[in-house]
DNA sequence: TCTATGTACCTTGCAGTTCTAGGTATATGA
DNA sequence: TCATATACCTAGAACTGCAAGGTACATAGA
């Protein structure tokens, strides 16, 4: 399928945001779980995902701090903080409203109930 | 409110061809259906309209003529042609699918019936 | 007749972003 | 010892978006 350039930067955010709700995680992980979640169709680079990441930190909405592998390999550990669940929250909120939106003109919408 | 630059970028393809589906409209029009669609959460500028359908029309999705107000002002009516119709389906089965993905994620779900 | 406001369209330029391409390093299994 | 998977990082070329600035005309009101 492909997802358009502007649909997957509009996503990065609250995807990665979203995925460190389920619990701290470093980057080669996130980057495997965004393409399950995805069904294959979000074909992220490591390359994209790290300056993300970094920006995110640099925001404060993520914290990092390196830990090892069962192996002995270093990893870059990240977990959302409090800044990061309100813009998650936020970004959810701009992401029904847009919806809504759309979906007035294409004919579906999101249940009320789920907002 | 104010939506995410992403965001908005993600949604300006979709919202003018959508726009157009319920017929030929020109930039003033559609600037002002945009402000009325998102209840006025999306302010788009007209320096940012413009180049948008003159890529679009690049591309092929709409096609321009020139027109005239009923006061005599010239206007660009744009309409949507058969490659832009593709295109709008094509984009939605994209948000239905960005959307399913941070869904999963965040708890709500596109009904299937919609889709 | 002058001014303000709304209608209507257009483009340049640079500030900002993005991501490709390249780099480092180690564990494991064949 | 070679290939593959894991794991992280950055420089900078390439792109792009949009704020700002420009033109023009109709209408209403002072």
Not at 54 to 59: F, I, K
Request: hydrophobic share 40%; aromatic share 10%.
């Amino acid at each position: 399928m492909n997802i358009d350039k502007d649909l997957v930067a509009a996503m990065a955010t609250p995807l990665v945001l979203a995925i460190l709700m389920e619990g701290s995680s470093y980057g080669y992980a996130i980057l495997k779980r965004v393409r399950e979640l995805s069904s294959g169709e979000l074909e992220w680079t490591d390359g994209m995902l790290y300056p993300l990441l970094h920006r995110l930190e640099r925001q404060g909405y993520i914290h990092a701090e390196w830990g090892a592998s069962p192996e002995g390999r270093r990893r870059r550990y990240y977990q959302i903080t409090d800044a990061g669940r309100a813009q998650l929250a936020e970004q959810r909120r701009q992401w029904v409203t847009a919806t809504r939106t759309l979906g007035g003109l294409w004919g579906f919408a999101i249940p009320a109930t789920g907002v």
